[in-house]
């Protein structure tokens, strides 16, 4: 008998910020559920698909969700009760009736924070039902899109996590510009070697940073967040702090990545105001690129504004053959503007962010464009999350090789990473950590381990 799906609930929960999300419990018939607890983003780009709000100033400052989840609520179960949800490809037509049901083009109907929600319970009710991790079923699932497109797959391996261990910009009360100062352990022997490599780091900088006589507050996503204006003054930090845990910095031990956030320094006459100068840009870009040659930086996210198309196409071309460069707010893990900017020049990588675009599908078809064109991709996180461990799951069955999701400490943070532990320990079905970049190969089937 064909499971179909009977009942779903959706209930007003809190993020870490203590903003209200929602939840999603969905009931299968012959008795799976599965739940989904979806994130929310604060530095957001303005091409996301729609998050939606109750807009009652009376209830948590405007921001609650309790009318949205109850009207979606009862559209969704009305439209989608008694469909099957049992193999793969079902997913995808679940994920086409959702699109069909909001009718507009980025969730605004029932709200992307909704859509998704039903998206990720569904993909994990599949799982259950095959008895297998939910890493495997999404890697299924992504084989089919990049067979469709012509593009190479990847084989399931654990990402290298690059941990945001310094918070700026929108993500903290300081004045330093640049969002998030991450470290990326590209030389670890092992996930569990990553993984340790960024809680010492961590508690070296911390212990750094309370010996200055300047004890820090905490970000959004768990990174400190001294009392510093300087982008030179955060890495000289993140230097010290390797170096104190008593590791290399470079890409054979512990590289930098950045992601600056430009949008939150872009002028709106046009240009950008960093740090008291202004600059067009070519000269961002110079400024980047020095950096590049006094920090070891691999990856710069959101480097330019997300309208400024000619500014990224430069600065790749500049600095694409030496570094990462990855678009978020500019593509917003959405297929046809990453497919624009393939065509444009514009990166090398893209951001994957499931709630940005509003269903898995759509996530899966994203990284697929990714990997048509030889880019790479890395999940993230947001920066309002849940324990929700999702994204770990689709990180290790994507292949992509990296993750971001914030500093090795609190529970919605730490919950990424021990799933990837998790997995890393389950010798029935272990993926790789080794090699970076991250190869490209064919046709790979199960996960299997080289380091």
């Not at 799976?32 to 109750?54: F, H, K, M, N, Q």
């Not at 929700?388 to 990296?402: E, K, M, N, W, Y």
């Amino acid at each position: 008998m064909v499971a179909q799906l009977q009942r779903i609930k959706i209930i007003e929960i809190l993020d870490s910020r203590g903003n209200p999300t929602v939840q999603v419990n969905l009931r299968l018939d012959q008795g799976t559920t599965a739940i989904a607890r979806v994130p929310s983003g604060a530095s957001t780009g303005g091409r996301e698909a729609v998050e939606l709000r109750d807009d009652e100033s009376h209830r948590y400052l405007g921001r609650g969700v309790r009318t949205v989840a109850h009207n979606a609520e009862a559209e969704l179960n009305n439209r989608l009760a008694g469909r099957p949800l049992q193999e793969p490809s079902d997913l995808a037509a679940l994920d086409a009736e959702l699109t069909t049901l909001d009718g507009t083009d980025r969730f605004a109907h029932l709200g992307a924070n909704v859509a998704v929600g039903v998206s990720m319970a569904a993909a994990r009710a599949i799982a259950t039902l095959h008895k297998q991790p939910l890493w495997q079923l999404l890697h299924d699932v992504l084989n089919e899109r990049v067979d469709r497109i012509g593009a190479a797959e990847h084989a399931p391996r654990l990402p290298v996590p690059h941990f945001n261990v310094i918070n700026g910009g929108a993500h903290a009360s300081n004045d330093l510009p640049f969002q998030e100062f991450m470290i990326a352990p590209l030389g670890a022997p092992s996930f569990a070697d990553a993984v340790r490599a960024g809680a010492e780091i961590y508690h070296r900088l911390h212990a750094i940073l309370i010996e200055s006589g300047d004890p820090p507050g905490l970000g959004d996503e768990g990174g400190f967040a001294p009392r510093i204006d300087d982008p030179t003054v955060a890495l000289d930090l993140l230097v010290r702090a390797i170096e104190a845990a008593g590791y290399t910095p470079g890409p054979n031990q512990i590289a930098i990545a950045l992601d600056p956030a430009a949008n939150g320094f872009h002028h709106e006459g046009g240009g950008y105001d960093l740090c008291g100068e202004h600059y067009e840009a070519g000269g961002l870009i110079d400024y980047y690129a020095s950096l590049i040659e006094r920090y070891p930086i691999w990856s710069v996210e959101d480097g330019l504004a997300e309208d400024d198309w000619d500014g990224w196409s430069l600065l790749t071309h500049r600095l694409g053959s030496r570094i990462q460069i990855v678009g978020d707010d500019i593509f917003c893990t959405n297929p046809q503007l990453i497919k624009r900017g393939i065509g444009n020049g514009t990166a090398n990588a893209a951001l994957i962010k499931v709630n940005q675009i509003g269903t898995v599908t759509q996530t899966l078809e994203a990284i697929a464009q990714c990997y048509r064109a030889g880019w790479r991709a890395m999940v993230s996180h947001r920066s309002g999350e849940t324990d929700d461990t999702f994204i770990a799951d689709l990180a290790v069955g994507a292949g992509c090789g990296q993750l971001k999701s914030g500093a090795p400490a609190r529970g919605e943070r730490t919950a990424k990473y021990n799933r990837l532990l998790e997995i890393a320990a389950d010798e029935s079905a272990t993926a790789t950590f080794a090699a970076w970049p991250p190869p490209v190969t064919r046709r790979a089937g199960r996960a299997t381990r080289t380091a």
